[in-house]
């Protein structure tokens, strides 16, 4: 079955840098969308940034200068670099992917930023 196994959070102060892993399983990777979502308490999941099949790239605004998401077809794994990062990054960042109607969530990494 399909898996998507998220690594590379952790805490980090305003303006440090994490670089997110997210390593898919049980799919023809390349023909997927991925993407990243975020939840913070209390807040509803939002998407921060996707990538599709083709490599096209997107952002929700207040991360669209920070953030970069990337993948790489050969090791099954997209990424998601984030530097400047703020307090009100501070989220469970969940892996995502989809292609169709068919959809597949990762259990998510904690990222904290701290002041």
């Known amino acids: 079955q399909v898996q998507l196994v998220e690594s590379g959070g952790g805490l980090v102060q305003p303006g440090g840098s994490l670089k997110l892993s997210c390593a898919a399983s049980?799919?023809?990777?390349?023909?997927?969308?991925m993407g990243w979502y975020r939840q913070a308490p209390g807040k509803q999941r939002e998407l921060v940034a996707k990538?599709?099949?083709?490599?096209?790239?997107d952002y929700t605004d207040s991360v669209k200068d920070r953030f970069t998401i990337s993948r790489d077809n050969a090791k099954n794994t997209v990424y998601l670099e984030m530097n400047s990062l703020k307090p009100e990054d501070t989220a469970v960042y969940f892996c995502?992917?989809?292609?169709?109607?068919?959809?597949?969530w990762g259990q998510g990494t904690q990222v904290t930023v701290s002041s």
């Open positions: 995502h992917a989809a292609r169709g109607f068919e959809i597949h």
């Open positions: 049980g799919m023809i990777f390349s023909r997927y969308g």
């Open positions: 990538i599709t099949s083709g490599g096209r790239t």
